[in-house]
């Protein structure tokens, strides 16, 4: 089992559409949880982290975390063709480690 | 500007021939570390450094070494390159509070090993 899990994808929303990207971690003990963008060829990008169960919200983009059900989303808002991009969802561990799931890659349609 | 820098960006080699990728910061960071990325295996880590002469190995170390002399600087070594670390590679840092800060990473070194 993969300690962060995502779907693969692609994700593929119209533009203006809310883009909901989900992510999954096996070590109950997680207490920091990341969203990087990563267009193709370059390198990831901070998006949003959140420590505490709830949302946290930053412009068009709402991250959720779930520590009961062990999940992490991120949601975008009126989803642009430039937020076409993978998606990486990370989480630091009890270890203090932190780890990378393999992404989702969003397709944002005309 | 608050950066990580990394040389080469791209790097073509043979097998065997000793390389090193280095990797700048300049936001005064105790944290950096080496990620490689592969086609559906995502960043997995290499090295990192919680500080000056502090390192430690990550999830795939084998074949790479690491120093720490300075804390702005953190050079990846391979000493034998083989085409199993054909990859792209990436630096990155962060504030002492790693791993629970964000990581800010280099533009990436594209290494081929033929």
């Known amino acids: 089992q993969k300690e962060v899990e995502q779907n693969s994808g692609p994700l593929s929303v119209p533009e203006g559409a809310i883009a909901s990207l989900n992510c999954t971690y096996s070590?109950?003990?997680?207490?920091?949880f990341f969203w990087y963008r990563q267009y193709s060829g370059k390198s990831p990008e901070l998006i949003m982290f959140?420590?505490?169960?709830g949302d946290k919200e930053d412009g068009r983009f709402t991250a959720q975390l779930n520590k009961a059900s062990q999940y992490v989303s991120l949601l975008i808002r009126d989803s642009q063709p430039s937020d076409s991009a993978t998606y990486l969802c990370?989480?630091?561990?009890?270890?203090?480690?932190?780890?990378f799931g393999t992404g989702t890659r969003l397709q944002v349609t005309l | 500007e608050a950066q990580v820098t990394q040389n080469p960006r791209y790097l073509i080699t043979v097998t065997g021939k000793k390389l090193t990728v280095t990797c700048s910061q300049n936001?005064?960071?105790?944290?950096m570390s080496w990620y490689r990325q592969d086609p559906g295996l995502g960043l997995r880590q290499i090295y990192y450094?919680?500080?000056?002469?502090?390192?430690d190995k990550g999830d795939v170390p084998e074949g790479y070494k690491v120093s720490r002399k300075e804390k702005r600087n953190f050079p990846l070594i391979l000493e034998s390159p083989s085409p199993n670390q054909t990859s792209l590679y990436f630096c990155?840092?962060?504030?002492?509070?790693?791993?629970?800060?964000?990581?800010?990473f280099g533009n990436g070194t594209r290494l081929t090993v033929t």
């Open positions: 990155a840092s962060s504030t002492g509070t790693a791993p629970n800060s964000p990581l800010h």
């Open positions: 070590d109950r003990g997680s207490q920091s």
């Open positions: 990370a989480a630091t561990g009890t270890a203090s480690k932190l780890t």
């Open positions: 450094s919680m500080n000056v002469e502090v390192t």
């Open positions: 959140i420590y505490s169960n």
């Open positions: 936001m005064n960071h105790e944290y």
